[in-house]
């Protein structure tokens, strides 16, 4: 058995959105009031950073050390969009955790207004300290929420009267529907928690469903994931008709993606499907056909942790 070091934390890092884990009363200020008055906006709020909208409309931020920068300079008092920061890194409200985190490692910055992916409205503030507390706090929900849960399922292959018993769960997977993407992988995560299954078994499994629904999600129109569970293993084939995958070893190279780039803006292809999905297996295989499809199958054996 492979020794995986993915944690409860990671796993819910891939199921949360940014929404259910962001600040919703979002301070703002415009971009006519003027630099003095940010002052007190930023002390009486105990914030480093601030949003500027128009209306509902994002058009930059403007931070502490911005207006430092302005009292040092000895400038005559002037309107926020005169020192504020414009193209602003931002994440979406549907984005998974995961993708939040990257971009905090990636930019380096300690906060991302949030936006509606329909309307690119402003709709939240997130930070690193926001994350965190969503996690612990989901942490403590679940807990509570699946023991019964647990109490109920955790006994089926014992009470089940068969020379071999399997569990098999079926889900079909649109593609291109980003508000549903994960959906899939969260809600054989949490049938595996009900089951009693291993915690270290169900983060391999979540994350690699997690990867394989997403690669149907941005390169395919649509395609379905089987999960078949016995009491020595999980098996689970994601299964589409899209393009295909040209050269298998290739795409297997960590960081290699063939995701257009309206894809990588909103967070997702960034070519670590595959080499993720294979460092949660215990076995995996690729059967995949030019303009006719891709097979993914993926083996996580139950032994001891």
Request: charged fraction near 30%; aromatic fraction near 6%; glycine fraction near 8%.
């Amino acid at each position: 058995m492979k020794d995986q070091s993915f944690t409860r934390v990671q796993e819910l890092a891939y199921e949360l959105k940014v929404s259910e884990v962001m600040k919703k009363n979002t301070i703002t200020v415009s971009p006519r009031m003027l630099m003095s008055e940010l002052r007190k906006i930023l002390k009486d709020n105990n914030i480093s950073g601030v949003p500027v909208v128009n209306g509902h409309s994002l058009v930059g931020i403007i931070s502490i050390e911005d207006f430092i920068n302005w009292l040092s300079s000895g400038e005559v008092d002037t309107e926020i969009e005169k020192r504020m920061s414009k193209g602003v890194k931002t994440v979406y409200a549907d984005d998974p955790v995961i993708h939040a985190v990257s971009k905090f490692d990636q930019f380096g910055l300690g906060r991302f207004p949030v936006l509606d992916r329909g309307t690119k409205n402003l709709v939240g503030m997130l930070t690193k300290g926001d994350i965190i507390k969503g996690l612990l706090k989901r942490l403590e929900i679940d807990y509570h929420e699946e023991e019964i849960h647990r109490y109920r399922a955790s006994h089926i292959f014992e009470d089940t009267l068969a020379d071999h018993a399997a569990l098999i769960l079926l889900y079909s997977i649109n593609g291109r529907d980003f508000s549903e993407a994960g959906k899939s992988s969260s809600e054989l995560k949490k049938t595996l928690t009900r089951l009693n299954i291993s915690p270290s078994i169900i983060r391999r499994v979540a994350i690699a469903t997690y990867e394989a629904e997403m690669n149907i999600v941005v390169f395919t129109d649509k395609g379905k994931i089987k999960a078949e569970v016995r009491p020595e293993l999980i098996k689970i084939e994601a299964e589409d008709s899209g393009p295909g995958i040209p050269d298998v070893e290739k795409a297997m190279r960590p960081g290699y993606s063939t995701a257009p780039d309206w894809v990588r803006e909103m967070g997702f292809g960034a070519g670590m499907g595959l080499a993720n999905i294979k460092k949660c297996s215990d076995e995996m295989s690729i059967d995949s056909s030019v303009e006719k499809g891709t097979r993914i199958t993926i083996i996580i054996k139950m032994g001891k942790e």
